[in-house]
């Protein structure tokens, strides 16, 4: 049972580069998240989603874009990358919001960009 | 996000001692969650509290709600080095449509 995936696991960027996160979950979850995880500012929500074909803003949307085609994949994009947005970004998933049931967790992309 | 607080911001602690972190909302909170972090890698999910007043125990970790549903408890007895790890609380608000994390705590357990 793979849980939550998320490729790369790494990745280096020049500024001004674009590319595309992608989490993948297979617990049929409706609810999906991207966070990131900066030193001394605890996760913070960039984007999420409800539901397939649905998006919404979180906390931290500036300079991403998201997309949820398929029920099992929620894509994280940047269009244009800056040194700002070195981070390490966490995908998440859970079958409903308030209601009790806990994220799950992928493992993690380490992104930097020089 | 400042919605979340989380004392104390790092912990060091012997081997055999006890720990308590605390989580503060200003907010009614409608679903708290506890969560685990090993440097560099993911959240491992601990466990959840939706009741106000409601305690919740695994192995030697306690977590507890207040009734007013703003404050929570995560204690440690008998900490081991295993316990190491950065403790992350997170919250339901806007009745679910959003959710967000306090900033962690850091624990160190000496051997």
């Known amino acids: 049972n793979a849980g939550v995936t998320q490729t790369p696991k790494f990745r280096v960027l020049k500024t001004g580069q674009s590319m595309t996160l992608l989490c993948a979950q297979d617990m049929n979850h409706e609810y999906m998240y991207w966070y990131r995880q900066d030193p001394g500012m605890g996760l913070r929500l960039i984007h999420y989603?409800?539901?397939?074909?649905?998006?919404a803003k979180g906390e931290v949307p500036d300079g991403y874009n998201v997309s949820r085609l398929k029920k099992q994949n929620f894509l994280l994009g940047l269009e244009s990358a800056a040194p700002s947005q070195t981070s390490v970004y966490f995908c998440?998933?859970?079958?409903?919001?308030?209601?009790?049931?806990?994220?799950?967790f992928g493992d993690g992309t380490r992104l930097s960009i020089l | 996000s400042q919605e979340l607080e989380q004392s104390p911001q790092s912990l060091i602690v012997q081997e055999g001692k006890n720990l308590t972190i605390n989580c503060t909302s200003s907010?009614?909170?409608?679903?708290l969650y506890w969560y685990k972090q090993k440097y560099g890698e993911g959240l491992i999910f601990l466990m959840m509290?939706?009741?106000?007043?409601e305690e919740k125990s695994h192995e030697k970790i306690t977590a507890k709600l207040d009734e007013k549903k703003q404050q929570s408890s995560l204690h440690i007895t008998a900490s081991q080095p295993s316990h190491a790890g950065i403790y992350l609380c997170g919250a339901d608000i806007d009745y679910g449509q959003n959710f967000v994390f306090g900033p962690g705590t850091r624990l160190s357990v000496l051997p």
């Open positions: 998440a998933s859970r079958g409903q919001a308030a209601g009790g049931q806990p994220q799950h």
């Open positions: 989603s409800v539901g397939e074909g649905t998006t």
């Open positions: 509290l939706q009741k106000g007043g």
């Open positions: 907010k009614t909170l409608y679903g």
